[in-house]
């Protein structure tokens, strides 16, 4: 990829990279380079060039690349359950199809939470983990509770690691379902979208309180089950775009350690209240960068706190290591890695898919937990051309891409927003915000500030500052 007139970024099948000078690359090339060239031997080490007989480096790659595909084993891990379309809340870029409070018949049944279960065993993952969607999920916790403990009883004969999480507005919260979480060690995510001014308008509810709930049920969380099993997700609204900073600081004022800044989907209700298409792609590019400026600021003043994309993009740049985020793997992860089993039983590839089902597309419906196998579902010709769609080592316009490595492919977004599973980059949104956030994440790993350089290898490593301070006021 040309980097600027007289340089070139170089990156091999492993995602090892090197800034060359266009020179050295049309002397690489033309196998003109010479031994003794004071970049031949970085060249060497990157796995750029080979000068012997040894077999040592070709294994070598072949064991790194099998580490950074290794997303692939035990197939798929993360199961979603959607245990209601019931919310009290109208968020406006709310992704999913919700309905209204007293709309039962929406809600998952017993048996069809049993046979979801059923099906999800039959996953040779020695890891499972049982997210909890909805609407807002603890609108029907009797199914929870009865997902959880089923599923803890098979486990007792599987011996696979389970984990559970459930996915909450924290509105419906008594002290009864805090216990229940305790007691089965469940992990709660929410959202938290910034400050109440931009919370409470991202985040509709009759009282106009969203956030005032929020935080205060936030903080029984975490004296219930502690301060780190509960986390927080943000959606980026047209609202937001001008309050990047302040979004960040609201998540350090309410003692989180992350924070995923998160661009809008086209999907339900999103899609129908015109919120979807209020900000171009690069709107929030520049509000992207806006905060990652102010979370670098923040870690310069002593206080460790993450920005998780560019973590995940970091960690990809960085180490052979994979990342468990199924939208940017290759082959993608849909149905791969994550599935969706939606209240009345219908499988799909993903939550994305499950949601283009509420708006008449089923286009990724892979079976039903009543009448389908479990190779009926996963072995059919929905998912194998998914697969066969998000390989982006073979995709026009990603397998001459240096970036390959680094990214994924979502052919459900491109489904939805292009018509077409594979997509075409040069106008896909995705591809413009994946390659615009690598591009800004090299440049400030290349740059003169030493302190980012080891802020971003601490954050694709995992290692966190040695020293904290204050929560900023």
């Known amino acids: 990829m040309r980097w600027t007139s007289e340089e070139l970024l170089l990156v091999n099948e492993v995602g090892e990279f090197l800034f060359l000078e266009a020179e050295c690359f049309r002397n690489l090339a033309a196998h003109r380079l010479p031994p003794h060239h004071p970049r031949y031997l970085d060249l060497k080490s990157k796995h750029f060039l080979g000068d012997g007989t040894s077999n040592v480096p070709i294994e070598l790659l072949a064991t790194k690349y099998r580490t950074r595909k290794s997303f692939l084993d035990g197939f798929t891990k993360l199961h979603m359950f959607v245990v209601t379309l019931r919310c009290d809340h109208s968020c406006h870029y709310c992704q999913v199809s919700r309905v209204s409070t007293n709309r039962t018949r929406y809600d998952m049944s017993e048996e069809t939470a049993r046979r979801a279960v059923d099906l999800m065993f039959q996953s040779p993952s020695p890891a499972l983990k049982v997210e909890f969607q909805g609407g807002e999920p603890l609108l029907n916790f009797d ?18 690691d389970l984990e559970f999480v459930v996915t909450t507005n924290l509105v419906p919260l008594t002290d009864d379902i805090l216990a ?5 060690s469940i992990l709660v995510s929410t959202s938290l979208d910034g400050p109440d001014f931009i919370h409470n308008a991202n985040r509709a509810r009759k009282g106009n309180d969203s ?22 997700i943000m959606t980026t609204t047209k609202a937001s775009l001008e309050h990047p900073r302040e979004i960040v600081d609201e998540y350090v004022r309410q003692g989180f350690p992350a924070i995923f800044l998160r661009s809008i ?22 509000f992207y960068k806006v905060a990652l400026d102010r979370i670098i600021e923040i870690n310069r003043s002593g206080l460790d706190f993450t920005e998780i994309f560019a973590q995940i993009l970091l960690r990809k740049i960085l180490t052979p ?7 940017l793997q290759s082959p993608a992860g849909a149905g791969l890695g994550a599935v969706a089993y939606n209240y009345n039983g219908e499988v799909y590839a993903s939550d994305e898919a499950r949601m283009l089902s509420e708006m008449g597309d089923e286009s990724f419906r892979l079976g039903n937990v009543h009448t389908d196998s479990h190779a009926e579902i996963f072995g059919g010709e929905t998912l194998r051309s998914l697969v066969a769609a998000s390989i982006l ?20 977004f491109h489904h939805r927003t292009q018509g077409d599973v594979m997509g075409h980059r040069p106008t896909s949104a995705f591809c413009l915000k994946n390659m615009s956030i690598l591009r800004h994440l090299f440049d400030l790993l290349r740059g003169n500030d030493p302190f980012v350089r ?8 995992g290692v966190r500052l040695d020293r904290q301070a204050e929560v900023i006021a």
Not at 215 to 229: F, K, M, P, T, Y
């Open 211 to 232: 956030h005032e709930i929020t935080i205060r049920n936030l903080e029984r969380v975490r004296q219930a089950l502690g301060h780190d099993r509960v986390s927080a």
């Open 454 to 461: 080891d802020l971003f290898t601490r954050w694709a490593t």
């Open 180 to 184: 229940f979480l305790k007691e089965h």
């Open 143 to 160: 199914v929870i509770r009865s997902i959880v403990e089923y599923a803890e009883e098979r486990n007792q004969r599987e011996g696979r």
């Open 393 to 412: 080592e073979t995709l026009p316009g990603c397998s001459d891409c240096a970036f390959v490595p680094y990214c994924g492919a979502d052919p459900i």
């Open 321 to 327: 290591f994979p990342t468990g985020y199924v939208d």
């Open 265 to 286: 989907s086209p999907y339900g209700f999103a899609t129908r209240t015109g919120e979807a298409a209020r900000y171009e792609m690069t709107e929030f590019l520049s």
